[in-house]
């Protein structure tokens, strides 16, 4: 069955430090997301993304996020200069439609967890 | 501004149980619901989609309801198993560019 891959799995950097968090999306999806999920808090909405544009992205994801799909098969996140409380788990989701058409079931990756010291 | 609430916060019940977990949100205008699983660590697992046109869905021993008039959404569980015990996320889909809003989650133990 398809899924969405992430990479690394876990990540610790240093505050100040650039970091690049990876996934690959099921392949006939063409609707991305990042969320992301700090201990015991609520999974959070950081982007959604399409057609090599960003389509909605919350008050979080200031300037110092980019989204970016380099190729056909990956879908990134870069966090430019890291804070402590960038530190959580970091979720990639996709779906095949919007919300407003069939098939707009996301499905998750299994989480990248950031740690920044 | 979409509000999700889920009850209660922690459930814990004896194996073979039926059991219900609730999602209540504040607006009304939503394309969708979903319903995830999220195991301690792991990544979340979608278990039921509905649409803002349906009022039900069910997969195996899992039932979801929707009642966008009172604002809620139910997750039924029938005869509950340890391998249930995880932690249950409503999530709604509010705007048409996919973005979810997740409740809390309820965390349910079963116990055998």
């Known amino acids: 069955e398809p899924e969405v891959t992430q990479t690394p799995s876990h990540q610790v950097t240093q505050m100040g430090q650039e970091v690049i968090l990876r996934c690959v999306p099921i392949?006939?999806?063409?609707?991305f997301y990042w969320y992301r999920q700090i201990l015991g808090q609520k999974v959070e909405f950081l982007v959604s993304?399409?057609?090599?544009?960003?389509?909605?992205k919350s008050e979080i994801f200031d300037d110092q996020f980019s989204v970016e799909r380099p190729d056909g098969s990956n879908f990134t996140l870069k966090i430019r200069s890291t804070k402590l409380e960038d530190s959580a788990m970091y979720f990639c989701?996709?779906?095949?439609?919007?919300?407003?058409?069939?098939?707009?079931?996301?499905?998750f990756g299994p989480g990248t967890r950031l740690t920044v010291l | 501004k979409q509000e999700v609430t889920q009850i209660p916060a922690a459930l814990s019940v004896p194996e073979g149980e039926n059991l219900v977990l609730n999602c209540s949100f504040t607006?009304?205008?939503?394309?969708?619901l979903q319903w995830f699983r999220q195991d301690p660590g792991k990544g979340l697992t979608s278990l039921l989609l509905?649409?803002?046109?349906?009022r039900e869905q069910t997969s195996g021993r899992l039932n979801a309801s929707l009642d966008k008039s009172s604002g809620r959404s139910t997750l039924y569980i029938a005869a509950s198993q340890p391998g249930d015990s995880a932690t249950y996320l409503c999530?709604?889909?509010?705007?048409?560019?996919?973005?979810?809003?997740f409740g809390q989650g309820t965390t349910l133990q079963v116990k055998p």
């Open positions: 989701a996709s779906s095949e439609a919007l919300p407003s058409q069939r098939n707009n079931e996301q499905f």
């Open positions: 392949s006939n999806h063409l609707y």
């Open positions: 993304f399409y057609n090599n544009e960003i389509s909605e």
């Open positions: 607006d009304s205008a939503i394309y969708n």
């Open positions: 509905i649409q803002s046109s349906q």
């Open positions: 999530a709604l889909g509010s705007s048409n560019t996919g973005k979810l809003i």
